[in-house]
């Protein structure tokens, strides 16, 4: 708890200021350099464990074959090369999400492509997808050992020559085989925002053809998480669900970054914001309506993963009692400091304690039917 606390203090009051001067794609790298260098090294480990990790049995669940230590994951875009697989269990994380990895090595947008909306405590990204690609990452990870739950997260590059339906589908099963037998689940990104073809694949007719293909290759025993657009009329969000079940998919992910800029009306003003789509908090409550309402629809069909503007306890737990079995987060990291993963999870204890539950999944979808979706 004291080590919380400093952290809380020297980040907020020393380091997110200097951080914060500079462009936030190198602050991601310099971060991201400092987890390698503390995740390879024995004490590193030690010492992220000792000051940030929280434990307790009431955090703890297990889903398809996978033990969760508590519901708290990084998701996918934080680690997009796998680099941080031994830093993340360390600093408290439940399970991890690496990638999103194409089947091709892809470069990405032209930089500038990552903005600070710190009004709206939201990053606005436009990455397009830069990752090495599926076989390096995946010959890399083959030779370690992970502690917590690892998913890969796969979608076709950001390529035009692969804009024909076909072309991607070849992509993502690239990066599906170059998977097989590393990592514990796959997530199928259909809905990065920020794509030279569009999310094609978002559209029920094509999201069939993609699962019929991934099926065709599909390894046993391995769960298969979708992760979803959060600006979608519900008409193509339950058609897609329903593809969903037939293709057996184990688990949505809800959701990916937003375009929907109405309530940011100012964005637009700025030319260096005219791309990119935004996390944290403009997400939430598109992202909360989602659980609910898959929740209500499927119940106990799907591990439901939830994302968007969680920053706090509160809003983690808000999104388990809407029925999400898991949380996941990468901006309430980035405004918070490391610490918030130990931080919301010793307070979910708390909320748990307080609303009468033995355990999260006694929580899951607690609240939602006083929501309407
Ligand atoms: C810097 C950054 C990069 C991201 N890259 C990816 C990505 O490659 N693949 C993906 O599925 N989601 C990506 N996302 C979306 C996040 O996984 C998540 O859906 C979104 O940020 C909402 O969660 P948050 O509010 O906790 O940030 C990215 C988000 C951020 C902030």
Not at 40 to 67: D, I, S
Not at 68 to 74: A, C, E, I, R, T
Not at 117 to 141: A, P, Q, T
Request: hydrophobic share 40%.
């Amino acid at each position: 708890m004291i080590f919380s606390w400093i952290y809380r203090i020297v980040y907020r009051v020393a380091m997110r200021p200097v951080l914060f001067l500079f462009e936030p794609e190198k602050v991601h790298e310099w971060l991201k350099s400092l987890g390698i260098y503390l995740g390879e090294r024995e004490w590193g480990r030690k010492f992220l464990k000792t000051t940030m990790a929280y434990e307790h049995p009431a955090l703890e669940q297990e889903y398809l074959g996978m033990n969760f230590k508590n519901p708290m994951g990084l998701a996918g875009g934080f680690d997009k090369n796998a680099e941080l697989t031994q830093a993340l269990p360390a600093m408290g994380f439940g399970f991890m999400e690496v990638g999103s990895i194409t089947g091709v090595p892809c470069p990405g947008n032209p930089k500038p492509r990552l903005w600070r909306l710190l009004k709206s405590k939201s990053i606005l990204v436009w990455y397009g997808l830069n990752n090495r690609g599926s076989e390096e990452v995946s010959e890399r990870l083959r030779s370690l050992d992970f502690e917590i739950p690892l998913g890969i997260n796969i979608a076709k590059a950001n390529l035009e020559e692969l804009n024909p339906i076909d072309k991607g589908i070849e992509d993502y099963l690239k990066a599906y085989k170059a998977f097989e037998g590393v990592g514990d689940y796959f997530t199928i990104n259909i809905s990065c925002p920020n794509t030279v073809g569009g999310e094609p694949f978002a559209e029920p007719k094509e999201f069939n053809l993609l699962m019929q293909a991934l099926n065709s290759v599909r390894e046993a025993n391995k769960p298969v998480f979708v992760k979803f657009a959060p600006e979608m009329p519900w008409s193509q969000f339950n058609a897609l669900l329903d593809l969903c079940v037939e293709h057996q998919v184990d688990g949505i992910i809800c959701a990916n970054l937003t375009k929907n800029r109405e309530d940011h009306p100012n964005l637009n003003d700025k030319p260096e914001f005219e791309h990119g789509g935004m996390s944290g908090l403009p997400l939430r409550q598109m992202t909360n309506e989602m659980i609910a309402h898959a929740y209500r629809k499927y119940p106990n069909q799907f591990v439901i993963i939830a994302l968007g503007g969680v920053f706090t306890a509160e809003e983690a737990y808000r999104k388990i009692t809407l029925g999400a079995n898991l949380v996941q987060m990468i901006t309430g990291m980035i405004f918070e400091g490391p610490q918030v993963v130990g931080e919301i999870n010793r307070g979910l204890v708390k909320l748990l304690k307080q609303d009468g539950h033995r355990t999260i999944k006694d929580a899951i979808g607690s609240k939602n039917k006083l929501q309407d979706s």
